[in-house]
Each structure stands twice: as C-alpha cells, then as structure tokens.
C-alpha cells in the first residue's frame, strides 16, 4: 500500500457532512491536501449543528449562527471558502427524498469529480461516529450520487424549475469504510488540521491538547495500513460510481 499522489487532484471537489466539525474530525487533512494541489473544494452542511452543545438554555438559533461561524473559520484554515448550509433540523434527520433533493441539488450546482462522504455503516466499535445523523446523510449521498442527480427526471423540479441539468459524479470516497483502499498522507498539513478543528471552539473548547487526540488516530490508520511509521493518514474507500 502507499499513499495517494495528489499532483493532479480530482477538482471540483464535494464534501457532505451533517454536522460543523464532522469534516474537520475526519478529513480537514485530505482537503488541505486537495486545496494546496489546486482543488476547488465545496462543503455541503446539511444542518447547522444547531442541536448540539451549549446544552443548557441558549437560543438554538444563535448556537445555529455560532456553529456557522465556527465552519467557515475552519475552513479558511484549509483553503475553503464556498460552503453551502442546507437548513435541515438536526438531529431529525431521515434519507428522506427532500434530503437526497437537496444533495443532488448541490451536486448538479458543483458538478463535482468527486464527493467525499461519511460513513453509511454503524460501527459498533466507535459508536459516536455512528451518529443518527451521519448515517442518514451518508445514505442520502449516495443516494443523490447514484441515481438522482444524473437522472432527468429524479426531482424533477430541479430540471424544470431551476434548469440544473444532471450530473454523474465519476468517484465517491467514504470515511473510514472498510475495507480501505485509498490513503492520503496529512503529516505535513496536520497542523492546519488540527487549527480547523480548533476553530470550532462552542465543541473542542475544552479538549487541552487537541493534537494529542487526533494524532494518534492517524498514526493508527497508518499503521493499520502498513505504511511508512511515523507518517500521519486519512483513510477512505473508493466507490467507482462513474
């Protein structure tokens, strides 16, 4: 196995998360990776973390607006300015048709390469990247990958009404899908990952040492996947979806 070589990286790019902060957990290293090669690199936040912490009495919409905030802070730390929020409730979340529309909307809008998706699977062993959330937006992605947004006459409104014509999306990488099969090397821009989570202070705030959390998540994914000891990974798998 061996890292992916980005010189010539797949552009645009999408990624798809639920919450602010789920990129930067899982893949702020790759999409610096990405923007630095020369990617156009758009977020797609299906809610705006509007139900997450402060848990006590503060006014969910100014959590909403704070959280926003945090995002676009984050990712300016890695070279992203274009993100797009499509106003779901959190913590309701379904892959509902309204969601796989409004995904396939973004999709149709970017025309991305490439999408870069959470997880669809429970994981037993990590329950908290298991969110509710998060499975139903990775279903809904792929959902919108494959058929919706290259399909006529899927939501048709988005033809008719908003004259987006379709669009196949060649490749989705899903976070930390096993098996595994691509392998992006973040060692020289883990700091900036470690700033873009950073930036997301109302959730990371009262973590002391946030590179001592993520580095050994992605000293372990290298190790796990036989590579070079003392490098730093992100890990997805591949779905030809072309």
Not at 77 to 96: E, F, K, M, N, Y
Request: charged share 25%; hydrophobic share 40%; net charge negative.
């Amino acid at each position: 196995m061996e890292h992916l070589d980005l010189s010539e990286p797949p552009s645009p790019v999408l990624v798809v998360v639920a919450h602010p902060d789920d990129i930067d957990f899982g893949t702020a290293g790759t999409v610096s990776r990405l923007t630095d090669a020369g990617a156009e690199v758009v977020y797609a936040l299906v809610t705006s973390g509007e139900a997450g912490p402060p848990d006590d009495e503060t006014d969910r919409a100014r959590v909403a607006a704070e959280r926003q905030a945090e995002q676009h802070a984050a990712g300016a730390q890695v070279g992203v300015t274009d993100i797009r929020w499509l106003g779901h409730p959190d913590g309701h979340l379904t892959a509902s048709l309204e969601l796989r529309r409004d995904i396939s909307r973004v999709i149709r809008q970017v025309r991305p390469q490439l999408v870069i998706a959470q997880n669809p699977e429970r994981r037993w062993d990590r329950i908290y990247a298991s969110h509710p959330d998060h499975l139903a937006v990775a279903e809904a992605t792929m959902a919108a990958v494959y058929p919706d947004a290259r399909n006529r006459w899927a939501h048709v409104e988005l033809y008719d009404d908003e004259g987006l014509d379709p669009h196949a999306v060649p490749e989705v990488w899903i976070g930390m899908l096993d098996p595994t099969d691509v392998f992006i090397d973040i060692t020289d821009v883990f700091d900036r990952k470690v700033a873009a989570l950073r930036s997301h202070a109302s959730q990371t705030g009262w973590i002391d040492d946030l590179d001592a959390l993520l580095r050994p998540w992605a000293a372990g994914v290298t190790t796990a996947a036989g590579l070079p000891e003392g490098r730093l990974t992100e890990a997805f798998r591949r779905i030809d979806t072309a």
